[in-house]
């Protein structure tokens, strides 16, 4: 993709690319593109992310007095009375690693992107929410064709897309896996789409469909209930910031856990040469992931815990990144973690599975209070240099998020490279004493007793980065190819 000067939208689907771009072409502005992104990806890349998803918005430039708008997942009351189900482990291969998933009624919790899409509306938006709106439900209605990397997603989750009834009538309905080329149709999907469009978010949290999702967990064991439901409202937080070399990097804030440990692995880089070696981000990796004890966990509901945090120590997720003409730039990731296997009747909600991802909760399951956000890994990031914005970026992966998006941030600020080269670069990962890497990462620099795992091939395992990049008035981005995404410039 070439450079631009009207703007550029960077995305896990290349509908979802170009919903954002339509938008961007008819006047619209960064915020509008990226909630016209988010509602075609909560068709085109509904094993990821959705209406009973959760997510953050980091809004920044042209003005805009920079802010992270959080409707991530939040904990639903639990009663301990021995009446809710059991989280249900299902193994997922990415071919060179494995990961265990909880999925089922238990792992369900309090949604937010309904909320999150509203208020974002309100707050930046120039375009009605029904405009933005139709051609995702429209494209829900007559079904979206699978292609490769949505099909080697649903592959590799057969286990979950099959076990419910409801979960299999949209994914298997012939009695197997869709397969690339195939078409997944979600009607009531489009319905609820156009419910949000034209009544907002009453419904979901206060309204019948809330109704229809509560009832529809309680009985099968679920937490989240009618009550969890109510009160849900979309925070704006201040973004964190920290600098990188001449630059200032914004990103999400406690609760959220990423953004924090994204700015102490950046914050001990910047106190190294550049660019850094291989083994000096590593070295990173190691410093953040040791981090995660149970007083961090604790700690991120806590006022003032990042200022704490940082001066003590430095003295089935998608991503749209979207930078316009002005300069108003977008950063929001969105998550059903791999999604609960939970499809709501009539709804077309399929519920994500926040409250059984390990990566969230690594001190064990059901331990934070009713009404919390959980502590995310996402951090939809913004660098600013002289005061504008120069990269938007922010990644899927799960626990791999914060490796990606330092290797993204150091591949462009310190190489110089362009978005899209930062985007296809090789990257390591640390995790519990193991350095995973791709095919072309030289680790000879590393310890000789560390271990390794070498993958043959770049893998979503490693995250899928969507990077916008202004650089000398010229616009492009990136989009990741190991989860299909594309970027589109105008």
């Known amino acids: 993709m070439g450079e631009a000067n009207n703007g550029v939208v960077a995305a896990g689907h290349p509908l979802t690319a170009q919903a954002g771009a339509e938008v961007l072409r008819e006047g619209g502005n960064a915020v509008d593109a990226a909630v016209a992104a988010m509602l075609t990806s909560f068709v085109t890349e509904s094993l990821l992310t959705g209406l009973g998803a959760g997510g953050y918005m980091l809004v920044a430039g042209a003005g805009a007095e920079p802010m992270l708008l959080d409707f991530f997942v939040q904990a639903p009351t639990r009663l301990g009375d021995g009446s809710e189900a059991e989280l249900h482990a299902v193994d997922v291969s990415f071919g060179d690693a494995a990961q265990v998933f909880h999925i089922g009624p238990a792992s369900c919790g309090v949604y937010g992107t309904p909320a999150g899409v509203c208020e974002a509306v309100r707050r930046w938006g120039s375009v009605p929410l029904a405009d933005l709106a139709e051609p995702a439900a429209r494209l829900a209605r007559e079904g979206v064709l699978l292609n490769a990397g949505q099909a080697y997603i649903a592959e590799i989750l057969t286990t979950l897309l099959t076990s419910t009834p409801e979960c299999a009538a949209l994914w298997a309905p012939a009695g197997r896996i869709l397969r690339e080329g195939e078409r997944l149709v979600n009607p009531e999907l489009a319905d609820s789409l156009l419910r949000l469009a034209h009544e907002g978010a009453e419904p979901f949290y206060r309204g019948d469909i809330a109704g229809a999702v509560g009832d529809w967990l309680s009985e099968r064991g679920g937490s989240l209930a009618r009550e969890d439901l109510v009160g849900y409202e979309a925070i704006a937080r201040e973004p964190v910031r920290i600098g990188y070399r001449d630059r200032e990097i914004l990103t999400n804030p406690p609760p959220s856990a990423g953004g924090t440990l994204l700015a102490y692995a950046l914050g001990l880089l910047d106190r190294g040469p550049t660019p850094p070696t291989l083994q000096g981000i590593v070295a990173a990796m190691v410093a953040a992931q ?196 594309v970027a589109v410039s105008l």
């Open 290 to 485: 040791s981090e995660r004890t149970a007083d961090f966990v604790d700690g991120l509901a806590e006022e003032y815990f990042l200022e704490r945090f940082l001066s003590s120590r430095l003295g089935s997720t998608t991503h749209i990144s979207v930078i316009d003409a002005e300069g108003m730039a977008c950063s929001t990731t969105c998550t059903n973690g791999e999604g609960s296997g939970v499809v709501v009747p009539g709804t077309g909600l399929h519920l994500n599975n926040v409250m059984g991802e390990e990566d969230l909760n690594p001190l064990g399951f059901h331990l934070h209070p009713a009404g919390r956000r959980m502590p995310s890994m996402m951090a939809p990031s913004i660098v600013m240099r002289e005061g504008e914005v120069e990269l938007v970026l922010g990644s899927a992966g799960s626990n791999r998020i914060r490796s990606a998006l330092l290797q993204t941030v150091v591949a462009v600020v310190d190489h110089g490279m362009s978005a899209q080269r930062a985007v296809d670069a090789p990257r390591v990962h640390y995790e519990d004493g193991v350095v995973f890497a791709e095919p072309g990462i030289d680790l000879q620099a590393l310890d000789e007793d560390v271990s390794v795992v070498r993958f043959g091939e770049i893998n979503l395992f490693f995250g899928g980065v969507q990077a916008a990049l202004r650089r000398e008035g010229a616009l492009s981005g990136g989009g990741d190819p190991r989860r299909g995404g």
